[in-house]
């Protein structure tokens, strides 16, 4: 290291050098002065591509990696609190009750009794509260418009998180030019996450006489609004994780690619598993089958295809809707399963194998919390809590994947 700052050093000191000389040359000879300016020209022009001086560091370097990768960790945190919020906020059915969206003025929750009462009455108007809630009180409506107010707040906080900071990094020069794009993309999804959930809410303060059904919001829009919310916290975990850390030296073996291969399906049944749980909550799938491992006294249900077409069974018949979340979620245990016992047979880094036993640790977790919440009636402490799970075993998984990534050429 010495040897290398060395060159650097004897430049800076001949450039000053050569400034003084410049200066003291006006004392002397023409001739003498014109050899002195010629010579530290030369000298400047030959070595000030090859050796910058201490200070005249590039940007982004290691450095600033690090700083954009813990402020998109910090990033990927708000959205894993979203997306929690948001399912307390779905399990005290609290969602319907802002029944306007303003992206300003609704920051401001009412203060006054008059301003509550007026808000009180807005949400009356709606099938809701007449069908669900026609003897709630202003003090019941006040908690769950509170619950409502906060994860939307939330996801504001959230959003400027992103925004604030990539235009502060962006004129610092911290963002190479792929990590510009990367930081593009999230800041506009994180905006289309917004305006989603408001989509989503909005079908659940339509007006439907040709269905008896109690108010909810489509169960489409749920999980577009879950999946989009996903795919921006996996895609911000993912890069703060690989700008912090390096990759690891392996040996590029068969094995190797194999067990890449093997957790990137992992990870997406995962996801997918995760994905299908916004279809259980949004039609209270929950609710139809309270039994493990049969669904009531069999193991397959008699109603399981009973609408028509048979495609519509698998997004909008509870039954199926259940059914499929438990078979999604036994196939991501096995597959994290399967996954934890070949990686034991690879001499792999202490990290990743920390990584890889921590995922199977939570799949099984993640299991028994989800068959308590069926035995228990879908109670909201243990269905937040399954939720949760679910978040914390998808962020192992990106752990893992980014442990296992090649070193970039």
């Known amino acids: 290291m010495l040897r290398s700052s060395l060159p650097t050093t004897v430049f800076c000191h001949w450039r000053s050098a050569c ?9 002397r000879s023409p001739q003498l002065r014109q050899w002195i300016v010629k010579r530290c020209q030369s000298t400047i022009t030959a070595e000030a591509g ?3 001086c201490p200070g005249a560091s590039s940007v982004p370097n290691a450095a600033t990696n690090r700083i954009v990768g813990r402020w998109l960790l910090g990033c990927s945190g708000l959205v894993a609190g979203a997306i929690v919020l948001g399912g307390v906020t779905r399990l005290t059915e609290s969602g319907l009750s802002m029944v306007d969206w303003h992206l300003v003025r609704e920051m401001r929750p009412p203060q006054s009794q008059a301003e509550w009462e007026a808000e009180f009455s807005k949400y009356q108007q709606y099938p809701v509260f007449k069908i669900m809630n026609r003897d709630m009180t202003l003090p019941e409506f006040k908690f769950i418009f509170y619950m409502e107010w906060g994860h939307r707040m939330w996801g504001r906080l959230a959003g400027l998180a992103y925004i604030l900071p ?7 020069g911290y963002f190479t030019r792929s990590m510009k794009g ?7 999804f994180v905006v289309f996450q917004g305006l989603l ?3 989503m809410v909005k079908s659940g303060l339509e007006e439907k006489p040709e269905s008896h059904d109690i108010p909810r919001v489509s169960q489409y829009r749920l999980s577009a609004h879950l999946g989009s919310a996903l795919l921006l916290y996996c895609a911000s ?3 703060g994780l690989t700008l912090l850390l390096p990759a690891q030296k392996m040996a590029e073996t068969r094995h190797l690619m194999q067990l ?10 995962v996801f997918f598993t995760a994905l299908s749980g916004a279809f259980v909550a949004g039609l209270d799938a929950g609710l139809v089958y309270n039994s493990f491992p049969k669904m009531g006294d069999r193991w397959i249900p008699d109603d399981l295809l009973a609408f028509s077409p048979t495609l519509k069974n698998f997004f909008e018949n509870p039954t199926t809707v259940q059914f499929n979340h438990r078979i999604l979620g036994i196939s991501s245990l096995m597959a994290i399963t399967g996954l934890y016992l070949f990686s034991r047979r690879m001499v792999l880094p202490r990290r990743a194998k920390i990584a890889i036993s921590l995922l199977a640790a939570m799949a099984y977790g993640q299991v028994v919390l989800g068959i308590s ?3 228990f009636y879908v109670p909201t402490p243990l269905a937040a809590t399954h939720q949760s799970g679910s978040v914390a075993l998808l962020s192992f998984a990106i752990w893992v994947l980014a442990e296992l990534r090649k070193i970039p050429k």
């Open 19 to 27: 400034k003084g000389l410049h200066h003291s040359s006006h004392q």
């Open 197 to 199: 959930g408001w989509y």
């Open 373 to 375: 919440t069926l035995l």
């Open 237 to 239: 975990l993912w890069t």
């Open 166 to 172: 990539t235009i502060y990094f962006w004129r610092k």
């Open 182 to 188: 990367n930081v593009l993309g999230l800041c506009g």
């Open 260 to 269: 890449r291969r093997f957790a990137k399906g992992t990870g997406g049944l």
């Open 50 to 52: 090859a050796s910058p």
